[in-house]
Every structure is written in C-alpha cells, then in structure tokens.
C-alpha cells in the first residue's frame, strides 16, 4: 500500500478523494453532506458541555421549545437518570413520558401515509422519529423496532432504497467524468448494497466490473482510509478547545494513517503544530 502512494504524483491525487481538503472540500461522505455531520459532532461537543443537571434541564427545556427533539430527550434522560436524584429528576421524567405520547402519534400519522400508498414519505418520517426519539425510553425501542421490520418488509425495499441508490449512482458516474475513479468505485458499492433497488442493480454491474481491477481497488482502500481521517479531523477540531490533549491525539492518529501526500495529512500536521504552539504559550504564562 506504501509503495502504490508513493509511486502516485501529488497531481493525480488531486484528483481522487485523498486529494480533497477536510477545510470546506467534500469530507467524502455520499448522500451525507458534511454540514450535517458536523452539525452532530456540534452537537456532541455542546453536551459535553453542559456540566450539570440545572444547566441541563434548562437546555432541555430550550431545545424542546425550538423544536429540538433529539436534543431535548437526550438532555431530559440526562437529568432523569442522575444521581444522586436532583430538584427536576420527576420534571424530566414527566417530559419524556410526554414526548414519548407525542411520538406514538407521530407514528401513527406516519403509518396512515403508508397504508395511503405514499411510501417515501411515510418513510421519510418514520426513520426521522426513530432518530429523533432514540433517548426517549419504551418509545424509542417501539420505534425501532417497527421501522426495522418495515425496512426489511420485500413489498417496500425496493421503493424505499431507490431514491438513495440512483443518488449514489450519479455520484459515482459524476466521479468517473472526472477521473476520480476510486470515489466512483465507493459509491458504486455502497448504491450496490441497496439492492432490490432498480439503481442497485446498474451499480452492482458496474461494481463488479471494476473490482476486476486489483489498482481501482487498491486506490479506493486508500480512499476509504482518507475518508475515516477527515471525520476524524473534524472531531479533533472541535475537541480542540475543550479537550486539547485528546484532539492532539487525534491528529496524530491522522498523521499514522493518511498517506504524506495528502491534504487531511498536511492540515493535521498543521493543526498539532498550532496545539503544541498553545501548550508552550501556556507554559510560559
């Protein structure tokens, strides 16, 4: 694997996925922009802020007025199961069983729309609540589990998995127009999974035809690697100030596994050069 990204030149990296910078180029993620990802690891980040069970059952009772509900169950169970009990442990607990009523409903509007014929929608909706109210207890196993076997109900696989496989399909055709074969290859595979979709299918051929090529396949394994540094990348970043040590640790982790040459490996090793320039200031102090 060494010797295949040594011998490539930083030209033709550029164009393939291990050429794209974790700094507002595509983070590698088909069908799953990269704002909506951060968007989550935002989020992640802004929990581990909230110290206390006061700070948040407020923040819960925030996000569940703004229409957070993710947000606001994973904050109410937080405070729900502290202990020692705290002053809106029965607060929180009464507002998860509210929530959970709420999603039953929900559910149920979305079920009408399935048994109407309007199978994308209804979809749509349920694979929403089931995200929405994971960390509402009983509902959220409620929800999972009916989502899990309509998903793997025959009558609906096919309709419900096309729309993400003929995205992933003119994603891989739009990386093979420009040369970055490996990317194609990627999203050829995944769409590939998605099968008795119609689009599944025409990715499968396709999939299968390049995987007779042992360089595409290596290519895309360094592509894939790449990808898993730019996640991380963006983990590191917003770790950087509340946990400093943990991103440099992360970054070094990018620096072991990216290859030299690569734009995620030149920004880590710029990120931990500006931590350790942190670190020294504050000895100084």
């Known amino acids: 694997m060494a010797v295949l990204v040594s011998l490539r030149p930083v030209e033709a990296h550029a164009r393939g996925g291990w050429g794209h910078s974790p700094r507002g180029g595509r983070g590698g993620g088909f069908g799953d922009p990269m704002g909506a990802w951060k968007a989550s690891e935002a989020k ?150 998605l099968l008795p979709a119609p689009s599944a299918k025409r990715a499968e051929e396709r999939w299968t035809a390049m995987k007779q090529d042992p360089k595409i396949v290596a290519e895309a394994e360094i592509c894939l690697q790449v990808r898993e540094c730019i996640h991380m990348f963006h983990t590191a970043e917003l770790l950087a100030k509340s946990s400093p040590g943990l991103a440099a640790d992360m970054f070094r982790k990018i620096l072991a596994r990216s290859p030299a040459d690569s734009e995620v490996h030149r920004c880590a090793n710029e990120e931990l050069a500006k931590l350790h320039g942190h670190g020294k200031q504050a000895k100084k102090s």
């Open 44 to 193: 992640a980040e802004a929990l581990r802020r909230l110290k206390n069970a006061e700070q948040q059952y407020a923040g819960a009772v925030k996000a569940q007025k703004e229409g957070k509900v993710a947000l606001a169950a994973t904050l109410y169970l937080r405070v729900a199961v502290a202990r020692p009990k705290n002053r809106h442990s029965g607060q929180a607990k009464q507002a998860l069983g509210t929530m959970a009523n709420e999603g039953r409903a929900q559910m149920k509007k979305a079920e009408q729309l399935l048994e109407s014929g309007d199978v994308v929608t209804a979809f749509k909706q349920l694979d929403q609540l089931a995200k929405d109210y994971e960390h509402v207890p009983r509902f959220n196993h409620e929800v999972a589990e009916r989502v899990q076997k309509l998903h793997n109900d025959p009558k609906y696989k096919a309709v419900i998995n096309e729309p993400r496989a003929a995205a992933l399909v003119d994603e891989a055709q739009r990386c093979e127009a420009a040369d970055e074969i490996c990317c194609a290859f990627i999203a050829y595979e995944e769409a590939a999974k």
